[in-house]
Nanobody, 121 residues
């Protein structure tokens, strides 16, 4: 059974930092591009970042470029999202996903259950 499990979310003040993790199991982690997708209440899913199978090539949405940093450790079947300079508009549920492209959001069948990030003073 394919499983993607996110962790590391929480509540943080504006300007703060969080590190999200995504642990994959039930599939060959290193064979998939991996992505982070977020969804705020009342809004559709938004692609945030993606990374190639080897971790050499990261991609970022303009809204997070320079603040968020994606990485992966295939030996640990884990992907990370370092989030710095958080803003209230970053508040959302963050999902990790596996895909055939680091910039194309797959169907929800390939998403985890998500972790909540709330940025508020």
């Amino acid at each position: 059974e394919v499983q993607l499990v996110e962790s590391g979310g929480g509540m943080v003040q504006p300007g703060g930092s969080l590190r999200l993790s995504c642990s994959g199991s039930g599939f060959v982690f290193g064979r998939y591009d991996m992505l982070w997708v977020r969804q705020a209440p009342g809004k559709g899913p938004e692609w945030v970042s993606g990374i190639s199978t080897t971790g050499d090539i990261p991609f970022y949405a303009d809204s997070v470029k320079g603040r968020f940093f994606i990485s992966r450790d295939n030996a640990k079947n884990t992907m990370y999202l370092e989030m710095n300079g958080l803003k209230p508009e970053d508040t959302a549920r963050y999902y990790c996903a596996r895909g055939s492209s680091p910039t194309t959001v797959p169907t929800r069948d390939d998403w985890g259950r998500g972790t909540q990030v709330t940025v508020s003073s």
